[in-house]
């Protein structure tokens, strides 16, 4: 029998430390990130003969209770020796340990969300929470997707370009031959001014987390060394379009992309964004993450770059 213990983590490097060996560690879960987020949030680890084995990110509200809406990815992260056990110790191994935390969480919260990395391949200890008794409650589980590119067998940039749909070459060489150009900008303003005007043209209205995103998390991400915005711009000087990047040491992060409508014939769209694929691709991080593909339009486009 597994002697399992929970313990709260106030130790902002243990915590890095912890997300940056697990399979399911991301950029979203690191201190730098939720301390730029304005929501506050509590670190758990489950211990097991001495270690750290898996942990656990609780996104809070203001009544301090878990958030029904998580960030990307703000969930169960498993550490790197359980998912180099054998598949027959592995299962058994990490089943126990989220049922561990379920039955502990359950304790301290009246209700509890998480948003699960994409690698986190086994929901059966969520599907089964209270199994026998479902009138105290069971998880509901809503099925979302992402796009992964892998940069890892790709040696340049020539490759990205003909990796990708037909379509999206044409936009990038588009671009270029109408002189456009891609620069790299702390010009968080531009930003949000393009990203108002995509969703505009949407007839959308921004949410307040979407308009947050655009202006002081993207401010804090660049100031701070974890976030990459490029601005392209037309011969005058006039910002076309904008992308926004996250990064850790291993993903980069397609957190926001941006449009002028008068321009969007012209694939300035595309040029940016190949132009972030590139230098993720010379940084040495090994995927990019279209960090989500669950609408029609947006889904295709993003997994035209070829994203997985």
């Not at 597994?2 to 902002?12: K, S």
């Not at 060996?21 to 304005?38: K, V």
């Not at 992260?77 to 126990?96: C, E, I, T």
Request: hydrophobic share 35%.
């Amino acid at each position: 029998m597994d002697d399992y213990e929970l313990q709260i983590c106030d130790e902002r490097k243990e915590w890095n430390d912890f997300v940056a060996t697990s399979s399911q560690g991301n950029i979203f879960c690191q201190t730098q990130f939720l301390d730029a987020h304005p929501q506050d949030y509590e670190l758990l680890f489950i211990r097991n003969g001495g270690t750290n084995q898996l942990g656990a990110l609780i996104a809070k509200e203001e009544d301090g209770q878990s958030t029904l809406n998580p960030f990307m990815y703000q969930g169960v992260l498993f550490d790197s020796s359980v998912a180099n056990f054998p598949p027959h110790r592995r299962v058994k191994k990490s089943l126990g340990l989220v049922d561990y935390l379920l039955a502990e969480l359950e304790q301290r919260y009246d209700r509890i969300s998480f948003s699960l990395h994409h690698s986190f391949d086994d929901l059966r200890s969520f599907q089964w929470f209270h199994y026998h008794k479902p009138d105290l409650g069971q998880f509901k589980i809503d099925m979302s997707y992402t796009g992964i590119l892998s940069l890892s067998d790709i040696n340049n940039s020539e490759s990205i370009l003909m990796n990708a749909r037909t379509v999206r070459r044409q936009e990038f060489h588009r671009a270029l031959r109408e002189g456009f150009l891609v620069e790299e900008s702390n010009d968080v303003d531009i930003l949000n001014h393009l990203h108002g005007l995509t969703f505009q043209r949407q007839a959308r209205t921004r949410s307040n987390s979407e308009e947050y995103m655009a202006t002081k998390l993207a401010e804090s991400a660049i100031s701070n060394g974890f976030g990459r915005l490029m601005i392209c711009k037309d011969k005058q000087g006039t910002p076309a379009s904008a992308s926004l990047f996250l990064f850790d040491d291993k993903c980069g992060y397609y957190l926001i992309g941006a449009n002028d409508p008068k321009y969007r014939k012209y694939g300035t769209g595309s040029y940016v964004l190949f132009e972030q694929i590139r230098w993720c691709l010379e940084q040495g991080l090994t995927t990019v993450d279209f960090v989500g593909i669950n609408s029609p339009l947006r889904g295709d486009f993003k997994t035209s770059f070829n994203a997985v």
